[in-house]
């Protein structure tokens, strides 16, 4: 294995395990969180949270998808290339999944045009379970490279 390959590994794993790491806080910390206090809470923080969220975590799948795929390219071992390859694009694939599925709950709840406490819980609801999804992507993504980074330092030894 090149050294490249092994510099872009391990860039990878640690954009999707930071990618991962943050999804995961959201889905297990911030979403209970809100659930428990009022919507009006959920409401006034939501939109900072994320123009925040969105710059950190586009950086971040952008960063670890494209350090998976040079990865990949520089890799001498065939199973090893599908691994980086096939977690580089479940990475990367929670970018149309939340410009095409989550975006228009996003923008609704963005524009906060209801003050109706059961739709808005519902939105959150609704919000909370496609986010879920790209927690989960992002961890199987994360949990793919470790193994890939894994393949190739016990090959290389």
């Known amino acids: 294995m090149s050294e490249a390959s092994t510099i872009a590994g391990s860039l990878a794993v640690a954009a999707a395990g930071a990618f991962a790491g943050a999804a995961l806080l959201i889905s297990a910390v911030d979403v209970p969180a809100f659930e428990e ?5 959920f409401y006034k923080y939501f939109p900072a949270m994320y ?3 969105a710059r950190m975590q586009g950086s971040l799948v952008m960063i670890g998808a494209h350090a998976a795929a040079v990865a990949a390219a520089k890799s001498d071992d065939r199973d090893t290339t599908a691994m980086w390859a096939a977690s580089g694009l479940l990475l990367g694939s929670v970018v149309p999944y939340t410009f095409l599925v989550m975006m228009p709950t996003n923008k609704t709840i963005i524009k906060q045009d209801t003050s109706d406490e059961c739709e808005q819980q519902a939105l959150l609801t609704k919000w909370s379970r496609m986010h879920f999804v790209r927690t989960a ?3 199987a993504s994360f949990a793919v490279m470790v193994a890939a980074l894994v393949r190739t ?3 290389s030894q």
């Open 137 to 139: 992507v992002s961890c």
């Open 51 to 53: 123009k925040r969220a």
């Open 153 to 155: 330092s016990r090959r």
């Open 37 to 41: 206090t009022s919507m009006t809470y």
